[in-house]
């Protein structure tokens, strides 16, 4: 990847979150403090069962507060090339651990190690909706799998840019496909991740919607 992906990657965060953010590509930017709206989202607690999360976990999760504090800093990728990291703090109230994360937009694998989830592996990337579905496609995703993450969007993510990931759990056993985007949540555009999580050994899935609320930049 070139310097003109790099700012096609700039660009698109600065989409993402363009009625907070003016990207600067040169120092390390506040993203938003966001909070997962619950009842705008569908209900989370099949996929952490899916993922073998206990009772009690899920429980109080389902209880708790989510907050997400997002950074985006340039750095350099497997290959070498210039692109993008955003850092994901988790905070968590009802005294659960939170967790940090950092997603590279190279698309090549990292690990990453937290309380709830264990070792996964996974990947991100700065794509495109029509991307995602065609190489999904060619990898023989499910196609109600791939309907599920490319529908739901404004025009602006339909034609434009989004964020894509992908986790393997191996341990565990389970895979989560998702995308970032914008939707028309209510009359208003919300900040949105599609899920579609899949155990390995057979075929059970979940496929969640998560919609965020802003709640104004870190200072």
Do not use: C
Request: glycine share 10%.
């Amino acid at each position: 990847m070139g310097h003109g992906k790099f700012h096609a990657e700039v660009r698109l965060l600065s989409s993402l979150y363009s009625f907070i953010f003016v990207s600067n590509i040169k120092t390390a930017q506040h993203l938003p403090n966001a909070s997962q709206n619950k009842s705008l989202s569908d209900a989370f607690d099949s996929v952490l069962a899916l993922q073998g999360i206990g009772w009690l976990t899920r429980k109080a999760l389902g209880a708790a507060t989510v907050t997400q504090h997002l950074y985006q800093t340039p750095t350099t990728g497997e290959d070498n090339a210039p692109t993008t990291n955003i850092k994901i703090e988790q905070l968590i109230t009802g005294g659960l651990k939170g967790s940090v994360e950092n997603r590279v937009l190279d698309w090549h694998y990292r690990e990453h190690t937290d309380w709830l989830f264990g070792t996964v592996k996974g990947r991100s990337r700065y794509s495109t909706l029509a991307k995602t579905v065609e190489e999904g496609k060619s990898a023989g995703a499910k196609e109600e799998d791939i309907k599920y993450l490319a529908e739901g969007w404004l025009k602006e993510t339909e034609e434009g840019d989004i964020v894509e990931s992908f986790v393997d759990n191996d341990g565990n056993g389970w895979t989560a496909w998702q995308v970032w985007g914008f939707a028309d949540i209510g009359g208003e555009r919300k900040l949105t991740r599609r899920f579609v999580v899949r155990k390995k050994a057979n075929d059970e899935v979940v496929r969640v919607r998560l919609v965020y609320d802003y709640l104004g930049t870190l200072e």
